[in-house]
């Protein structure tokens, strides 16, 4: 029998396709999926997809329907500003309708399409291809005709109504069913007068997602975002190893977490590590733990609010070393982008380098000068560090430090050196000189030939600026600066575990000294430990908060995407910078 042949007109809204715009593909049966086969639509680069993940079909009148390949994951939504997080997947045919948007595959992964229209061309001879709808309650058996009249009558045993001709032809669509589950759609970002627009002839099933959406609400899913003053940091987030990971967070972060570290250690090292499974699963825990922590904090997105500028300014000098974004979240972690913060180790500036700093990068060739400085329990007195790196144990044998013993040794006033003006010259307040002997520093251990082999160069090389890359070169021998300890901990071990060395040696979860005296049997120091993965998680939220609100600005560019459609920040729940002014207390 002859048909008209209708021709399916998409565009990919994410990921590696997203550039290529409308995409024509030849009806009136197209596959999707990351191998589909001749004549299929082959989606490159998107993780969780199978090979044959969705089948589309257009037959009579330029009416279309998406049905599941088998058990796969596909959402549907009236247009792409939705959380899919909210919305179960289909089980059953559904008919397409302009605009309407198509995620396939579990959420955090795979990819969203829009659907724009069909377009008719030439004249079909209907053949014996058989479906690959899944096999699921309302879905299509293989070898099932693929007529509208068959894709309709499968949904009726899905409890929906007998389907009707149209006036002119056609076959009408079905009523919206409660079998489909949809839980809440964003209506923060969908009005419900802008998803009944949808309800027309041919799509009822985008309605039903945004109708069910409205009425059903947020069933099983906590509700992420910022819920208390809190602090505008976190540097040991307390939590209970035990504690079951916020399912939302445990996969949806998957997208930032290859983005930000497994693409550049894959990279680094040569390896592959496509596979979620491959990674330090240890480490991504802790990280996905530190982001619960920190999202649920007011005061961290009023402070990236505030520094905003000076965050874009280190990206932009990162970017130009070759260096891992996700570096631009250390001196927040470390000051909170505070150039006169000062610890009471004498730790100062942006990046809290210690006065030894200024020899060190001097000798490098960098226009760096810590000079000059006064002791306030020395009168008069003029200081110059000579030495290269601090001492081992610098509470106890660093000049600078105060041997008072009644003072704690992380309270401000164990330096000698006064925090304000303290130096005559002292480049560690200058956010470009000091983010410049950053990029030496760190670029040092990122460029590392053994760590970059390791597969953990990114938060090796984090780890780095708080627990040391290697002193040796500066005749201070510290075992837990990063290199000797990782050699050390990889000696005998397989190339399949290097990568797993940072979460193999958070082994402190608790602030006990006395456990923490001996590393708690771990290669680098507790505070180590638990600094890359806090840094990382920092620049997670630092990503989605300034995609949300500053996209446009060159440095945040590359972080829209992350917002939009599937990407990870739309399920997170991070507010506008609206919402941090009025919402966000003092």
């Not at 990921?15 to 004549?39: D, F, I, K, Y």
């Not at 906590?222 to 540097?235: A, F, T």
Request: hydrophobic share 35%; aromatic share 10%.
């Amino acid at each position: 029998m002859a048909q008209e042949r209708w021709d399916v007109v998409i565009e990919v809204l994410d990921g590696p396709m997203a550039a290529m715009g409308e995409q024509t593909l030849r009806g009136p049966v197209v596959r999707l999926g990351s191998n589909p086969g001749p004549g299929g639509f082959k989606l490159t680069g998107y993780r969780g997809l199978d090979a044959r993940h969705a089948v589309i079909s257009a037959y009579e009148e330029g009416e279309a329907t998406i049905a599941p390949v088998g058990a796969n994951q596909v959402r549907m939504a009236p247009h792409p500003h939705v959380r899919w997080k909210d919305i179960d997947p289909m089980s059953s045919p559904e008919f397409l309708s302009e605009g309407c948007a198509v995620h396939l595959g579990p959420v955090g992964r795979g990819g969203t399409f829009q659907f724009h229209r069909c377009q008719r061309l030439g004249v079909w001879e209907q053949g014996g291809l058989a479906s690959e709808a899944g096999s699921l309650p309302g879905g299509l058996a293989a070898g099932q005709p693929e007529s509208p009249v068959a894709m309709v009558g499968a949904i009726q045993g899905a409890g929906a109504p007998a389907n009707a001709p149209l006036p002119g032809g056609g076959i009408a669509p079905p009523a919206a069913r409660d079998a489909r589950a949809v839980r809440r759609v964003g209506t923060g970002n969908s009005k419900v007068f802008g998803a009944l627009g949808c309800l027309t002839v041919g799509s009822f099933g985008c309605a039903a997602a945004i109708i069910a959406g409205v009425f059903l609400g947020n069933r099983d899913v906590e509700d992420l975002g910022p819920k208390e003053e809190g602090e505008d940091y976190y540097e040991f987030a307390k939590f209970d190893p035990e504690e079951e990971i916020n399912p939302v967070l445990y996969e949806g972060l998957e997208q930032a977490f290859g983005a930000f570290v497994m693409d550049d250690n894959a990279r680094a090292s040569g390896r592959s590590f496509s596979k979620s499974e491959e990674w330090d699963r240890r480490f991504y825990d802790y990280t996905t733990r530190s982001v619960e922590v920190h999202l649920r904090s007011w005061s961290v997105f009023r402070r990236l609010d505030n520094v905003r500028d000076d965050y874009a300014s280190v990206l932009t000098q990162l970017r130009k070393a070759g260096l891992p974004d996700a570096i631009a979240a250390v001196p927040y972690l470390e000051s909170r982008y505070k150039p006169e913060e000062q610890s009471g180790a004498c730790a100062k500036g942006w990046w809290q380098w210690m006065p030894e700093s200024g020899p060190r990068f001097t000798a490098q060739g960098l226009d760096f000068r810590v000079a000059e400085c006064t002791f306030r329990d020395a009168d008069g007195f003029l200081w110059t560090p000579t030495a290269k790196t601090p001492p081992n144990r610098v509470f106890k044998n660093a000049d600078y430090i105060m041997k008072d013993a009644s003072i704690s040794k992380y309270d401000e006033r164990k330096c000698r050196i006064p925090k304000r003006k303290g130096c005559r010259f002292d480049s560690r307040t200058s956010l470009q000189a000091s983010t410049a002997a950053a990029i030496s520093a760190i670029g040092d251990a990122y460029n590392d030939p053994d760590l970059r082999a390791s597969g953990a160069a990114v938060q090796i090389a984090i780890g780095s600026h708080h627990g040391g890359y290697n002193d040796a070169e500066f005749g201070v021998r510290k075992s837990f600066n990063m290199l000797p300890a990782y050699k050390s901990w990889s000696k005998g071990k397989d190339r399949s575990e290097l990568h797993t060395f940072y979460g193999q040696n958070i082994l402190c979860d608790d602030n006990d000294s006395e456990k923490r005296k001996g590393f708690c049997g771990s290669n680098i120091s507790p505070g180590t430990q638990h600094y890359a993965y806090t840094v990382i998680a920092e620049h997670m939220l630092a990503a989605c908060y300034y995609g949300l609100n500053y996209g446009s600005e060159p440095a945040f560019q590359d972080y829209v995407k992350f917002t939009r459609g599937d990407g990870y920040c739309v399920k997170l729940g991070i507010p506008s910078a609206d919402e941090v002014r009025s919402k966000g207390g003092k």
